[in-house]
């Protein structure tokens, strides 16, 4: 069964340096999210991206925020300079064209120290 | 008030039970509801996708939303263990790309 794979798993940094979140979406999805999940909390919407642009995104999703789709399989979420309130587990999700229903990877734990 | 709320128990119920898990929103231009599941630091699992008011149902499990009341369920019968998660509604607007969650409802099931 086709799923969203996000990598890594669980990645550690120190505050102020960038990091880069990895996600490979559902092949013949067209639309694709990131959501994060501070722990305790409810499930946040971050972006959503569609046709090689940013098509929503949250008030969460500031300057430091950016996303790419840089070939025909990768999704990939950079924070510039992380902070400690950016750890929390951070989900790429897709859908495709038709279908309102998104699928979610498994998640990165992102721990800023 | 919040978009979205969900009670987030904890909910613990015998083994075989019938389960009921709600959720009330305030947005009434949501039109898409889902139910996800999620065990501990795991992604989120669809279980459920309804479209408008009525019911849905899938093996041991039934979804209802009634918009009227801004009120949707999910029952899960003959429960196992292996239902012990927590349980996310989710919903969307027409048109938007965004899904919004409630809290979550951490669900445990007692053999």
């Known amino acids: 069964e086709p799923e969203v794979t996000q990598t890594p798993s669980h990645q550690v940094t120190q505050m102020g340096q960038e990091v880069i979140l990895r996600c490979v979406p559902i092949?013949?999805?067209?639309?694709f999210y990131w959501y994060r999940q501070i722990l305790g909390q409810k499930v946040e919407f971050l972006v959503s991206?569609?046709?090689?642009?940013?098509?929503?995104k949250s008030e969460i999703f500031d300057d430091q925020f950016s996303v790419e789709r840089p070939d025909g399989s990768n999704f990939t979420l950079k924070i510039r300079s992380t902070k400690l309130e950016d750890s929390a587990m951070y989900f790429c999700?897709?859908?495709?064209?038709?279908?309102?229903?998104?699928?979610f990877g498994q998640g990165t734990r992102l721990t800023v120290v | 008030q919040k978009e979205v709320e969900q009670d987030p128990g904890p909910l613990s119920v015998p083994e075989g039970a019938i389960v009921s898990l709600n959720c009330t929103y305030s947005?009434?231009?949501?039109?898409?509801f889902m139910w996800y599941r999620q065990y501990s630091r795991k992604g989120p699992e669809l279980l459920m996708y309804?479209?408008?008011?009525g019911n849905k149902e899938d093996g041991r499990f039934t979804a209802q939303v009634d918009k009227s009341s801004k009120y949707i369920s999910l029952f899960i019968r003959d429960s196992q263990p292996s239902d012990s998660a927590t349980y996310l509604c989710?919903?969307?607007?027409?048109?938007?790309?965004?899904?919004?969650f409630g809290q979550g409802t951490r669900l445990t099931i007692n053999p």
């Open positions: 999700a897709s859908r495709s064209l038709m279908n309102t229903e998104a699928f």
């Open positions: 092949s013949n999805h067209l639309y």
């Open positions: 989710a919903m969307s607007r027409q048109g938007a790309q965004k899904l919004v």
């Open positions: 947005n009434s231009a949501f039109q898409y």
């Open positions: 991206f569609y046709n090689n642009e940013i098509s929503e």
């Open positions: 309804t479209y408008s008011s």
